[in-house]
């Protein structure tokens, strides 16, 4: 009995040091500022494994000095951003906050000829 009554005491220390690592991971990203910046979407990738498995979802961004980061997201955000779009990245410590996609770019306008 006295073996029973440790183990359980040892597992709930154990799962009280991983709800306070998990609080501490999740508060660091909190209070940290939110950054804004210009960006474009170079690469999308999900990882998981197993038949059953719930996808983690990563798209990697590419910013105007060359350096890229790589960030976790959500299934939706994940499904709305594509390859190549350029927009404005807004992140917080290590989590993608939002991305607001900058409308393509299109070349000159060129009058439309007149019906003779």
């Known amino acids: 009995m006295e073996a029973l009554i440790t183990f359980f005491f040892a597992c709930m220390v154990l799962a009280c040091i991983a709800l306070a690592a998990l609080v501490f991971h999740i508060l660091r990203g909190r209070i ?53 779009a350029q927009g404005t990245l807004m992140t917080q410590g290590r989590n993608l906050r939002g991305f607001a996609r900058q409308p393509p770019q299109r070349g000159p306008s060129f009058p439309r000829p007149l019906h003779t």
């Open 32 to 84: 940290e500022p939110v950054l804004t910046r210009p960006g474009r979407v170079v690469a999308k990738r999900q990882a998981g494994r197993g038949y059953y498995y719930a996808p983690t979802y990563f798209v990697t961004f590419e910013f105007q000095d060359g350096s890229r980061d790589e960030f976790e997201t959500f299934d939706r955000q994940y499904g709305l951003l594509t390859e190549g």
